[in-house]
């Protein structure tokens, strides 16, 4: 199936310049004149006609109020033209070198005339405007100065000027403060909203002025973003040098994000409108001819589902405007090494290009394209996937690769100090909790109130401005994209698209980016016939990571013979080689699955371990696989095995503390109690409560008074240590 291309189409508009029209009307004469000689047309007629034209011209400067002398010249026009045409049909001499003569004179003079009148009328009307203007702004600043007086009681306050948005939508107040009074309360948006009777989704934002001292009062007067705003579909070549637009913010001004330099965060809580808002952004980047996009959902995939649909399904486009979807944990642990990697690669590689251009930043091209990651629902992103993407936030802006994060919820648990810091571009779309704004945009506290973004597809946006200042949240209104805009714009985007730059993927990690669809396809589509523009992509060797057993992460800088164990060829795999193949247990589970199996094992042994050799845990003779058994053990540091509980009698170690014990192991050893509650699907306080009793029982404290940080940069919070809980299976063992 090919892609529809709309054909040129013509414009039959009546918007043309004064002196065109002019040439135009003294062309039309000529011809008449020329063609009526030849046939004999009365002159009468060409009178006729001039004397109509005359009085349409007249009637209409009325109507449009144009100057009365105006109005005489072009009646006066007409005439003239009308004249000459009934003298040189009279003389059937339209074809004669005096005839052409005077018309040429005549023509030169209409089109001076012409430009000379509009922009005489131009000038005379920008000048009524500005009037009017100003008579308007002189009435709002006594209104603004008697409003602010009253309400505040403020003396020695000036109001320097009133200006009007485009759009008749709003309009902003600049007002000097005293010096007594540098600041409006903080409640004064809301009283001044209420004292105007302000629509809803309309208000009233106050913001700091140019000086000291200034404030700017921005008056909302109509409700934009009551109404859907439709996405713009112009295709035109962009670049990430320039900012992206979300929408529009009350005033009617444009909600952009500069994603080139810093990260991005997009929170919103469930039917708010953040899936929208996302493929907005989508959009907006795959306008570019020099940004790479990668996706991040192990959901399923669903931010990127709908830009693959013309590419995997339909056909239309030649390549993905997608370049690599991480579906799941695995794939995202293999993208995100790639990224780590290109950025060491690309810091070396691109010396000379960043001195050419005297910056310390990587210029960006479609032969050297910036690299976006955008990431949904963090919340379900394990604790590695989250460092891995702090160390891209905070290592890739040089290199010029970038993140986008999105989750539900602006709450510590989900938005962390660390994230908040990254992320200088912030969306927060509507949420019923004021206080998870606050803490999105702890420096627009004073000024928030969810009542400004009312609307579905509303929320509060926050980025630096040109000047690379972050500015403060405002509201805004998202565009609405829907399935068809998205099937519309794949296929026009898709040829512009860049590739990743082979410096980028010089690196060890970098060999399985080729095969990436031929891994992710057949997960997202299982066994449905794809479109043939898939081939190229998926009609290669598939290239698997071993798996790390001691982790559950794929080894995607080379194979550790200490840490893993052979592998087996993948399903599907053509076998023989370990870079296409994957670590999997006997039963044939891959990855997290896998570990998943070796932890259950554990637990279910009931066999009591050789004793332990001095120096070491479990080392006994070799027994082949008890051997085996032995090193997992060890690895993931199973005590409840080790503690030497009796043989003969039921283990008197709560299961709810084994089961603990392993998801914390498994985790790192540390774990915030309300990740541990949802690994072992329980609910947190619940959690808590019961754990808190079962370590007392036996006397054991966790340090710090229970608080913990789990992860680099993470905020401390209550959580549990692989030690204690280890220490408290102990004491159980021990019959204390």
Same mark, same amino acid.
């Given at each position: 199936? *090919?892609?529809?291309?709309k054909g040129l189409a013509l414009d039959w508009g009546w918007d043309i310049a004064p002196a065109t029209g002019a040439v135009m009307a003294a062309g039309g004469a000529y011809s008449v004149a020329a063609a009526g000689g030849l046939a004999g047309l009365p002159p009468g007629y060409a009178l006729l006609a001039a004397g109509t034209g005359a009085l349409a011209q007249g009637g209409a400067d009325l109507y449009q109020r144009r100057p009365l002398a105006h109005g005489i010249a072009r009646c006066t026009a007409w005439l003239t033209v009308g004249g000459w045409t009934a003298v040189a049909l009279s003389g059937h001499n339209a074809l004669t070198w005096g005839a052409a003569g005077w018309w040429g004179a005549g023509t030169a003079a209409a089109v001076v005339l012409a430009r000379g009148l509009a922009t005489a009328e131009e000038r005379g009307k920008s000048e009524r405007v500005q009037r009017k203007l100003q008579k308007w702004a002189n009435g709002k600043a006594g209104e603004w100065h008697a409003r602010l007086a009253t309400l505040f009681r403020l003396e020695g306050h000036k109001v320097d000027g009133v200006l009007p948005w485009k759009g008749d939508v709003g309009y902003t107040v600049r007002v000097q403060m005293p010096e007594d009074t540098p600041e409006l309360p903080s409640d004064a948006d809301r009283k001044l909203a209420a004292a105007l009777r302000l629509p809803r989704g309309g208000g009233v934002q106050i913001t700091d002025g140019m000086v000291y001292g200034e404030i700017q009062i921005r008056v909302t007067a109509k409700d934009v973003m009551a109404a859907d705003l439709?996405?713009?579909l112009d295709t035109s070549p962009a670049t990430i040098n320039d900012p992206i637009g979300l929408g529009l913010h009350p005033d009617a001004t444009d909600?952009?994000?500069? $994603?080139?330099?810093?990260?991005?965060?997009? #929170? !919103?809580q469930v039917g708010s409108g953040k899936p929208n808002t996302l493929n907005v952004a989508n959009g907006a980047i795959l306008k570019t001819d020099d940004c790479v996009v990668w996706h991040i959902d192990t959901t399923g995939a669903g931010i990127s589902l709908p830009w693959l649909r013309s590419w995997s399904v339909t056909g239309e486009s030649r390549v993905p405007v997608i370049d690599w979807t991480a579906d799941t944990v695995e794939e995202a642990h293999i993208m995100l090494d790639v990224a780590i990697a290109g950025i060491g690669a690309r810091k070396a590689g691109y010396q000379d290009l960043m001195a050419s251009v005297d910056d310390d930043k990587i210029p960006v091209s479609p032969q050297v394209p910036a690299i976006l990651i955008v990431v949904d629902e963090i919340a379900e992103l394990p604790q590695p996937i989250m460092d891995k993407l702090d160390s891209v936030v905070n290592t890739g802006r040089a290199a010029r690769i970038r993140t986008f994060k999105c989750g539900l919820r602006a709450t510590q648990d989900v938005i962390t100090a660390a994230? +908040? +810091?990254?992320? @200088?571009? @912030?969306? !927060?779309?509507? #949420?019923s909790d004021p206080e998870e704004l606050h803490h999105l945009f702890p420096s627009g506290r004073g000024h928030l109130d969810p009542k400004a973004a009312p609307h579905k597809g509303c929320g509060f946006l926050a980025s630096p401005d040109e000047d690379d200042l972050d500015t403060d949240p405002a509201p805004f209104k998202a565009y609405r994209i829907t399935p068809k805009d998205i099937d519309h714009l794949s296929p026009q985007l898709a040829d512009r698209r860049p590739t990743p730059d082979p410096v980028f993927l010089d690196t060890e990690p970098g060999r399985f980016y080729a095969s990436r669809w031929g891994r992710v396809l057949p997960r997202l589509y299982k066994a449905r016939k794809l479109a043939a523009t898939t081939d190229p992509y998926t009609d290669l060797d598939v290239l698997?990571?071993? /798996?790390?057993?001691? *982790? !559950?992460?794929?080894i995607t800088g080379g194979t550790d013979s200490t840490t893993t164990a052979p592998a087996t060829p993948a399903a599907g795999g053509t076998g023989g080689s370990t870079d296409r193949s994957i670590v999997t247990d006997a039963n044939g589970r891959f990855g997290a699955d896998a $570990?998943?199996?070796?932890?259950?094992a554990t637990r279910a042994s009931t066999t009591p371990p050789p004793p332990a050799a001095p120096g070491g845990i479990g080392q006994g003779p070799d027994t082949g696989a008890g051997d085996e058994s032995n090193v997992i053990r060890a690895k993931f540091g199973a005590v409840i095995e080790q503690t030497g509980g009796p043989a003969d009698r039921p283990d008197p170690v709560p299961q709810l503390l084994r089961d603990a014990h392993d998801a914390v192991l498994a985790a790192g050893g540390r774990m915030h109690t309300a990740d541990l509650a949802d690994r072992l699907g329980l609910e947190a306080?619940?959690?808590g409560t019961e754990l808190g009793r079962l370590l007392r029982a036996v006397g054991v404290e966790r340090p710090g008074k229970g608080? /913990?940080?789990? !992860?680099a940069g993470s905020e401390p919070k209550p959580g549990y240590l692989a030690e204690t809980l280890a220490e408290a299976i102990t004491q159980y063992r021990n019959g204390q």
């Amino acid at each position: 199936m *090919t892609s529809k291309h709309k054909g040129l189409a013509l414009d039959w508009g009546w918007d043309i310049a004064p002196a065109t029209g002019a040439v135009m009307a003294a062309g039309g004469a000529y011809s008449v004149a020329a063609a009526g000689g030849l046939a004999g047309l009365p002159p009468g007629y060409a009178l006729l006609a001039a004397g109509t034209g005359a009085l349409a011209q007249g009637g209409a400067d009325l109507y449009q109020r144009r100057p009365l002398a105006h109005g005489i010249a072009r009646c006066t026009a007409w005439l003239t033209v009308g004249g000459w045409t009934a003298v040189a049909l009279s003389g059937h001499n339209a074809l004669t070198w005096g005839a052409a003569g005077w018309w040429g004179a005549g023509t030169a003079a209409a089109v001076v005339l012409a430009r000379g009148l509009a922009t005489a009328e131009e000038r005379g009307k920008s000048e009524r405007v500005q009037r009017k203007l100003q008579k308007w702004a002189n009435g709002k600043a006594g209104e603004w100065h008697a409003r602010l007086a009253t309400l505040f009681r403020l003396e020695g306050h000036k109001v320097d000027g009133v200006l009007p948005w485009k759009g008749d939508v709003g309009y902003t107040v600049r007002v000097q403060m005293p010096e007594d009074t540098p600041e409006l309360p903080s409640d004064a948006d809301r009283k001044l909203a209420a004292a105007l009777r302000l629509p809803r989704g309309g208000g009233v934002q106050i913001t700091d002025g140019m000086v000291y001292g200034e404030i700017q009062i921005r008056v909302t007067a109509k409700d934009v973003m009551a109404a859907d705003l439709p996405y713009p579909l112009d295709t035109s070549p962009a670049t990430i040098n320039d900012p992206i637009g979300l929408g529009l913010h009350p005033d009617a001004t444009d909600a952009e994000m500069r $994603l080139l330099d810093a990260c991005a965060l997009l #929170v !919103g809580q469930v039917g708010s409108g953040k899936p929208n808002t996302l493929n907005v952004a989508n959009g907006a980047i795959l306008k570019t001819d020099d940004c790479v996009v990668w996706h991040i959902d192990t959901t399923g995939a669903g931010i990127s589902l709908p830009w693959l649909r013309s590419w995997s399904v339909t056909g239309e486009s030649r390549v993905p405007v997608i370049d690599w979807t991480a579906d799941t944990v695995e794939e995202a642990h293999i993208m995100l090494d790639v990224a780590i990697a290109g950025i060491g690669a690309r810091k070396a590689g691109y010396q000379d290009l960043m001195a050419s251009v005297d910056d310390d930043k990587i210029p960006v091209s479609p032969q050297v394209p910036a690299i976006l990651i955008v990431v949904d629902e963090i919340a379900e992103l394990p604790q590695p996937i989250m460092d891995k993407l702090d160390s891209v936030v905070n290592t890739g802006r040089a290199a010029r690769i970038r993140t986008f994060k999105c989750g539900l919820r602006a709450t510590q648990d989900v938005i962390t100090a660390a994230m +908040k +810091k990254q992320s @200088r571009n @912030r969306a !927060g779309m509507r #949420v019923s909790d004021p206080e998870e704004l606050h803490h999105l945009f702890p420096s627009g506290r004073g000024h928030l109130d969810p009542k400004a973004a009312p609307h579905k597809g509303c929320g509060f946006l926050a980025s630096p401005d040109e000047d690379d200042l972050d500015t403060d949240p405002a509201p805004f209104k998202a565009y609405r994209i829907t399935p068809k805009d998205i099937d519309h714009l794949s296929p026009q985007l898709a040829d512009r698209r860049p590739t990743p730059d082979p410096v980028f993927l010089d690196t060890e990690p970098g060999r399985f980016y080729a095969s990436r669809w031929g891994r992710v396809l057949p997960r997202l589509y299982k066994a449905r016939k794809l479109a043939a523009t898939t081939d190229p992509y998926t009609d290669l060797d598939v290239l698997y990571p071993l /798996i790390d057993k001691a *982790t !559950g992460l794929p080894i995607t800088g080379g194979t550790d013979s200490t840490t893993t164990a052979p592998a087996t060829p993948a399903a599907g795999g053509t076998g023989g080689s370990t870079d296409r193949s994957i670590v999997t247990d006997a039963n044939g589970r891959f990855g997290a699955d896998a $570990l998943a199996a070796m932890f259950a094992a554990t637990r279910a042994s009931t066999t009591p371990p050789p004793p332990a050799a001095p120096g070491g845990i479990g080392q006994g003779p070799d027994t082949g696989a008890g051997d085996e058994s032995n090193v997992i053990r060890a690895k993931f540091g199973a005590v409840i095995e080790q503690t030497g509980g009796p043989a003969d009698r039921p283990d008197p170690v709560p299961q709810l503390l084994r089961d603990a014990h392993d998801a914390v192991l498994a985790a790192g050893g540390r774990m915030h109690t309300a990740d541990l509650a949802d690994r072992l699907g329980l609910e947190a306080t619940a959690l808590g409560t019961e754990l808190g009793r079962l370590l007392r029982a036996v006397g054991v404290e966790r340090p710090g008074k229970g608080t /913990i940080r789990a !992860g680099a940069g993470s905020e401390p919070k209550p959580g549990y240590l692989a030690e204690t809980l280890a220490e408290a299976i102990t004491q159980y063992r021990n019959g204390q």
